[in-house]
């Protein structure tokens, strides 16, 4: 019998962004953070195991404020720790790094927790709507790998993704007649205008307009444990290249993993695409737009009007 998909949640930045996390930013009629909403979806949708990667730094206050509210969804709780010193062997701290390793690393740190089990990978801080968590989980449950990686990715449309408060960074996404992902080429500087969307790369002199139903990753993946032993194969080749030129802030990415595989034609990443609203608070002014919206969606009655759990 297949493995049951579990939600992978990235959070080793959130000490950081909410000091020590006592008081996670509350953006929900009752005060709900971000996070709570993507527990609540991710459990609505099948996922019964949630894995949080977290920095030790944090680790009592994760748990009393953010681990206990996901037992209390209904989810069985693990954590994985993202430490500076979780290298291949050989391979030594350099002297004055204080950054994280990036999310690839993220992901092979959590190893042991997740298992041999399908996953689904998300921000902390990130708000995706319940119809990403219902298409990946509904994914992971169904496809597993045959000649290639059974991956997945859910996407979103670019004019759903937008700030109204300045300028965003977006993975543009091209796929093919299956829907299988092709590229994803990072678009930073988009913003919305009158007569629609567009990007610059030159610093605002010219500006080329993005359709409003291009899809855009906004880091919702769906993977099996072939990812792991891909990103496992590939740090060590990471580290060699990247630490002799930027020893203190080069950073495994996800997503790089993925283009790899891609181009030796390990894995196919199907993406599906949502027509959900994603918020996040890239700008101090998007959080009164997050709120007013998740008053109405509690109103129309697609969460409870008290809390969540």
């Known amino acids: 019998m297949a493995k049951k998909p579990i939600l992978v949640v990235m959070a080793a930045g959130m000490g950081s962004r909410y000091g020590g996390l006592k008081q996670i930013d509350p953006v929900g009629p009752s005060g ?34 953010v681990g206990a509210r996901a037992q209390r969804a209904g989810l069985e709780v693990r954590y994985a720790y993202q430490q500076l010193d979780k290298l ?50 509904d994914y992971l449950s169904t496809h597993a790998d045959g000649d290639r990686y059974a991956w997945s990715m859910v996407g979103f449309l670019l004019g759903n993704t937008v700030s109204a408060n300045g300028s965003v960074s977006r993975g543009v996404c091209v796929t093919d007649a299956n829907s299988n992902l092709v590229s994803v080429t990072e678009r930073t500087c988009i913003e919305p205008y009158d007569g629609g969307i567009h990007f610059t790369e030159d610093g605002g002199t010219t500006w080329t307009d993005l359709p409003a139903d291009t899809v855009v990753s906004m880091n919702l993946w769906g993977f099996t444990p072939g990812y792991i032993a891909e990103a496992k194969a590939g740090f060590a ?73």
């Open 32 to 65: 709900e953070a971000i996070i709570d909403y993507s527990l609540y979806d991710a459990r609505r949708a099948g996922f019964e195991t949630v894995v949080f990667i977290i920095k030790h730094e944090i680790e009592d206050a994760f748990k009393e404020a």
């Open 237 to 309: 080749a990471f580290l060699k290249e990247n630490l002799p030129v930027n020893p203190l802030k080069c950073e495994y990415y996800l997503p790089s993993v993925v283009t790899a595989s891609l181009q030796r034609k390990e894995a196919d990443v199907h993406v599906l695409t949502s027509a959900d609203k994603w918020y996040g608070i890239t700008y101090r002014e998007d959080k009164p737009d997050l709120v007013a919206a998740l008053q109405k969606m509690s109103a129309d009655g697609l969460y409870p009007t008290d809390k969540l759990f």
């Open 88 to 137: 291949p062997e050989g391979f030594p701290v350099p002297e004055g790094r204080v950054k994280p390793w990036g999310t690839a690393h993220a992901i092979l740190v959590a190893e042991e927790a997740i298992g041999d089990a399908p996953f689904a990978v998300i921000n902390a801080d990130d708000y995706y709507g319940p119809q990403g968590f219902r298409l990946i989980y």
